[in-house]
């Protein structure tokens, strides 16, 4: 006897089944959670280290090439994409769906005791990726024609109200162009002065400097000191005294163009 003929000789017995399996089925919908951001543990770890002062391509010779030579020979691996800017690598690992990233966190410790970094690289750094970093929300602003201008109203004004926001975790701001100081040096004035560039290089940063300077006893009270050196102004940069000729104070602004400009990105991938 199929479905069809109990159906047709038993057609209360059926019903009845028929409503117990939507009963059923009701009964499972209520209690199936639902999630409209699932927490999904993704295969994917990030390797970052840390090179001062190098350029893109110095930071990537020295210190991405070798972190992909060494971590080549992981197993389960999808793929591997490496990222290089002034400064700092990264270099982003995809595993195959179903690997214990917690024993892939482990063997890609272990390949990086083996990596043949520069001494100058302080840091080497292990994430473990996961959805929750992914944002929920973006707010596009438009209608501001100075890039540097919605840039810094973005970051000043807008970051900072949704900010206040309860449940708020964290905010990026990305695109348009970051304001930083450039200095541009005349390089007659250079050689007419007899000034070095990477001493005005070197002089500029010991002037814009914060550092701590130890603590001050008073009684059963003890006060930290700091030496505030931050330099906060086209004006403050101008002023910084780069050398002496004939008793004369140098300043930077005798030797070079300090003006407002756009951040400038060196990325390699």
Avoid: C
């Amino acid at each position: 006897m199929n479905i069809i003929d109990f159906s047709v000789k038993r057609p209360v017995a059926g019903s009845m089944i028929m409503l117990v399996l939507l009963f059923l089925g009701v009964a499972a919908s209520w209690m199936l959670p639902v999630d409209s951001m699932p927490k999904i543990d993704n295969p994917v770890l990030r390797v970052s280290a840390s090179y001062p002062g190098a350029g893109p391509a110095q930071v990537e010779s020295g210190v991405t090439r070798p972190l992909e030579a060494a971590l080549s020979g992981l197993e389960d691996v999808d793929e591997i994409h490496s990222y290089s800017r002034e400064g700092s690598a990264t270099v982003t690992i995809r595993y195959d769906w179903g690997v214990d990233i917690n024993k892939a966190i482990f063997d890609v410790r272990e390949k990086l005791n083996y990596a043949e970094l520069p001494d100058a690289v302080n840091s080497v750094r292990i994430f473990k990726y996961s959805n929750d970093d992914d944002p929920v929300l973006g707010v596009m602003i438009a209608g501001i024609h100075d890039h540097a201008t919605a840039y810094d109203f973005a970051d000043y004004i807008v970051k900072r109200d949704l900010e206040s926001i309860p449940g708020v975790g964290d905010i990026s701001v990305s695109g348009g162009k970051q304001t930083e100081i450039h200095i541009q040096l005349y390089k007659n004035r250079l050689s007419a002065y007899n000034i070095n560039a990477d001493d005005v290089a070197s002089l500029v940063r010991q002037n814009n400097v914060t550092a701590s300077g130890g603590y001050i006893q008073h009684g059963a009270y003890r006060f930290g000191v700091r030496t505030d050196g931050q330099l906060a102004s086209l004006r403050d940069f101008r002023n910084i005294v780069v050398a002496f000729r004939n008793n004369t104070p140098i300043f930077l602004q005798d030797i070079a163009d300090v003006y407002y400009g756009a951040f400038m990105f060196t990325d390699v991938f």
